[in-house]
Each structure stands twice: as structure tokens, then as C-alpha cells.
């Protein structure tokens, strides 16, 4: 088993979302990068929301992520685990989110990409935090067989808080 620790978060102070995964896959190990392996349908689904052709490349991608407000992190900060199945997770500790929120106050949404990383925080973090909304999501993973469809139906949640924030921007408060 090889122990595994995760990436540092991609947020910003204007962050207002925050998507939590697991802890990444072997290929995204491999790459440094958050949602590496093509058939994870992350990607996809993120730039779907958007009706945005999908840019290949990586820094191009977590630019759009933080010009939408969203924020990327794990749950688990290191564990053990033998390939790149949630199933096969051993040993997990998780990041340091009290720390997060507190440095990052803007974020008020929370959505879980599958139920591994919703499990794990619910376990060793729990939902104890003022003014922050939390939603497990459907998985993004190959190993989650549902159509791409539905996922992306699932998710659309985020598109529609992201366009309630750009709403309020546009109001002229007298």
C-alpha cells in the first residue's frame, strides 16, 4: 500500500464555492494535476455547466475554475491506498478546513464530488460551520456507471448558485 498525500487547494479570496473530491487518483498523482485521468468525467461536467468547450490545457483550467468562484480541494489529506479506488482508502486523515474557511470566509458552498469524500468529512470533520451549505454530488469517476446526462444534471446545482452570485452583483442597492 502506498501512502498518498493530496494537493494544495486551488481557492482564492474570491472563492465562494468549494468542490471536494476524495484524494487524487494514480494518473492524477502522475500529472500533479486535480482530475488527470481522461475518463474521469470532472472536466467535462465543469465546463458543461458553462455551455465552454473544455480547454486541455491544465493552468487554462484552474483559471476558469477560480473565474467562476470556485474553489478545488480533498477531503483526505494523506492515506493508504493501492491503486486509485476510493474503495481501497486506508488510514485517511483529512486536510485542515477549519483553517481553510477561516482564511477563506467567502466560501459558502460546499459540494462533495461522491460519497467517499462526503463520508470522510462527515467522519473525521463534521458539518459545524456558520453560514456554509453542504451537498454531496454525484461522482465524477469512471467507477461511478451513472450517464454522463444525470451526473451533469446533478451538478448543475452549481451553475445555478454561481449565476444567483453574478444576480446580486448586478443589483443597484439604493
Known amino acids: 500500500m502506498l501512502n498518498i498525500q493530496s494537493f494544495l487547494p486551488i481557492v482564492n479570496s474570491d472563492s465562494k464555492i468549494l468542490i471536494l473530491g476524495s484524494i487524487p487518483g494514480k494518473e492524477s498523482l502522475r500529472q500533479h494535476q486535480y482530475y488527470a485521468y481522461r475518463q474521469n468525467q470532472f472536466w467535462k461536467i465543469i ?4 455551455d465552454t468547450p ?8 484552474i483559471l476558469f475554475l477560480k473565474k467562476n468562484n470556485i474553489a478545488l480541494w480533498d477531503v483526505i489529506q494523506s492515506c493508504h ?5 476510493d474503495s481501497n482508502i486506508k488510514n485517511e ?17 460546499v459540494f462533495f464530488n461522491g460519497l467517499k469524500a462526503y463520508n470522510v468529512f462527515k467522519k473525521k470533520v463534521g ?5 456554509i451549505k453542504f451537498q454531496r ?3 465524477t469517476s469512471p467507477a461511478n456507471t451513472k450517464k454522463f446526462e444525470y451526473k451533469l444534471d446533478n451538478w448543475s446545482i452549481i451553475k445555478n448558485v454561481i449565476i444567483s452570485y453574478q444576480n446580486l452583483k448586478n443589483i443597484h442597492f439604493l
Open 47 to 50: 465546463y458543461s455547466l458553462f
Open 137 to 139: 454530488l454525484e461522482s
Open 54 to 61: 473544455i480547454d486541455d490545457n491544465y493552468e487554462s483550467r
Open 93 to 109: 486523515e483529512a486536510n485542515d478546513f477549519e483553517s481553510l474557511f477561516n482564511n477563506y470566509p467567502n466560501i459558502e458552498y
Open 81 to 85: 491506498r493501492e491503486g486509485s479506488l
Open 127 to 131: 458539518f459545524n460551520f456558520e453560514n
